[in-house]
């Protein structure tokens, strides 16, 4: 959920900067804490012993086609 979060934080930052300056910095540290967030999910998913789901692209574009 905080990845979520963050990503839509980032996502308004992005939008805000095509309107005004930001500083690129915030993008930056939004999108590497978004990283972080992802990562640690996953360690914490490791360490819970639960199991490991792969983001397949592939199989992603084919539930998404009409």
Do not use: Q
Request: charged share 25%; glycine share 2%; hydrophobic share 45%.
């Amino acid at each position: 959920m905080a990845r979520t979060v963050c990503r839509r934080a980032e996502r308004t930052a992005v939008a805000l900067a095509a309107e005004t300056e930001v500083d690129p910095l915030v993008l930056r540290y939004l999108n590497r804490l978004s990283d972080a967030l992802f990562v640690w999910s996953r360690w914490a998913s490791h360490a819970e012993g639960a199991p490991e789901i792969l983001w397949d692209p592939n199989d992603a574009a084919i539930k998404d086609s009409p």
